[in-house]
């Protein structure tokens, strides 16, 4: 992939624009406007490709949505599945908290384990080249294959605790691809003892006591990276933010079932563990010319003040503890940093992300050991009725997934809110901080400061391809605007 | 039209009973796929090309000589380059590019894809059967 290594700037207004953004996924771009002297005065984190997927899925039969929707991401199917899902409990008259133990422990199952491979593939694969090497390192240097080379155990763990991961995904959902594990109603399959006991008791490394070995070890690399890099880590893009987030009942960290909650940048509730049928009621989306990717807000608070984040520090921000006791002991180490106050650092978000590995880790422990998995009432039925919304924690922030059918059972709405368009306006306001931090008064962009501007964005770990409902092959195009708003040169990669 | 490719060669070797080779699809590459592919003496990679082609092609694939890692993209090159970098050792490798046209929400392949695919079938059966994959396999175009 050619990059833009360095853009003189002589003429006045110059508008730059940072395209691809690298290592983020889908196709987007970032415009970065400077006024005469050559200070940042605007920028903007455009999302360019847009293709319907709530449209493709209108007049299907609703019980496709399931397997449909997990076209939507190659990484996380398996939250698009379960939140389809969720929404058809509804549908089919079960209720969003009434299907069986054993299918909805199955289903955790199979989301955990999801969180726990994409969380780690993220840290480990996408992070760790600018944790270790610096985010102004050389970009041959700044990468994944220098972490296998100079860092061996380290590549390895991330690798295995990926596959760790899918091998629960494909226990729980049946397949690699299109999995049918969950379905209207319930689950479609057990967990078998001796899938049970293979990831139980599993060859070495592929073992749960294992994985929750190296989540901790992660956790504390973190720990330590953050000590001597204090500044960075605690400041880099760094801005006060509200915070939303699915948490249960009781307060405590789920990212499967629960309600709405929402605090503000001092920790004040601003959404009052609402029932997430009723989220129109509370959150609606703006919006805005320059990109495809709309802008939610909370209504209570309108357009200008309502905005928020969602991700791993949203979680952490929001919930009142983690049911698992060594998350919960790093849990209260995270809290503790800021006086029990929400956490407004966004590359603490790292933080937060390896705390919900460790999570997970423990919860698919937990759920190994719990017999309902092995057998039990897999799918209930109910009175049918022609709406039903399901909401959960996706790894990157909380995902709605809202379906409406006709009399022929077909889906005649559907509306996705995923986690990337909840962090739309946080995402923009990071790059903002950073490109006003590295660029300001200058004629230049190195390589290390488009990578700065790109490390703030990996902080929320977008998916522009969920975001744009976009699947398939993603170009990549690097344009470049002169004052004139002139395209002098452009760049493409395959 | 991976895979489908895959599908079918999978019923292949169940139906012939055939020995030694194992088949794995998934939305995409990742980087546990290095992890996989260490265990094996070759490996081909299947899956839809919009280059221009006619039919389908085998190219060999090498380690990759620069980075273009991405959660959403990740070649069969970077896979080889991380396998050797972390497992010390490269299978042979190569690719199967099999022709596609049209890339829009729907469902089924087009029947031109349909053709590519049943075409890149049979040559996958004869290749397989083969004591081995050689240069003359490689790079033409069959159609």
Known sequence: MKRLNTINITTMGQKLTIEPVTRVEGHGKVTIHLDDENNVVQTRLHI????????????RPYWEAPVLVQRLCGICPVSHHLAAAKALDVIVGVGPDN???????????????????????????????????????DPVKRNVLEVAKEFKDLAVQGIMMRKFGQEIIEATAGKKIHGTGAIPGGINKCLTIEEKMKFLIGKDPLNIDQMIEWAQSAVDLFKDYHKNNQDFIDNYATFPSNHLSLVRKDGALDIYHGVIRA??????????????????????EEVKSWSYMKFPYLRSLGKKDGWYTVGPLARL?????????????????????????????AMHMHWARLIETLYAAEMIKKLLNDPDLLEGELVRKGNKTIEGIGLLEAPRGTLFHHYRINKDDQIEMANLIVSTTNNNSSMNKAVELVAKANMN??????????????TAIRAYDPCLSCATHALGK???????????NEVIDILRSE | MGPALIDLVEKWIIQDKIKNIHVDSNYQLNIEDAYTIRDYDIVIFLDASVEDIDG???????????????????????????????????PEAFLMHIKGYSFDLEEGLSRKASENLNLAFNFMKDLLSGPEISTKHLTGQFS
């Not at chain 1, 008064?441 to 790109?454: A, C, P, Q, S, W």
């Not at chain 2, 890692?69 to 050792?89: G, N, R, T």
């Open chain 1, 48 to 59: 360019v490709e847009f293709r319907g997927f709530e449209r493709f899925i209108q007049g």
């Open chain 1, 99 to 137: 299907i069986s133990p054993t299918a909805e422990k199955m289903r955790r199952l199979m989301h955990y384990g999801q969180f726990f491979q994409s969380h780690s593939l993220h840290f480990f694969h996408l992070v760790s080249p600018d944790l270790l090497f610096g985010i102004d390192a």
């Open chain 1, 263 to 284: 605090v503000d940048p001092d920790g004040k509730k601003i959404l009052h563990d609402v029932d997430y049928q009723d989220y129109l009621d509370y959150i609606a």
């Open chain 1, 317 to 345: 921000n929001t919930c009142d503890f983690i049911p698992t006791p060594l998350a919960q002991k790093e849990f209260e180490i995270f809290k503790a940093y800021t006086n029990g106050k929400p956490n407004n650092m």
């Open chain 1, 441 to 454: 008064g200058r004629d230049k962009i190195t390589e290390g400061m488009l990578n700065g501007v790109e």
């Open chain 1, 474 to 484: 993603m170009p990549l195009e690097l344009t470049l605007f002169n004052s004139r």
């Open chain 2, 56 to 90: 389908f092609m085998l190219t060999r694939v090498l380690p990759a000589d620069k980075v273009n890692f991405s959660m959403h993209s990740v070649s069969p090159s970077f896979v080889l380059h991380l396998c050797k970098e972390i497992y010390d050792y490269t």
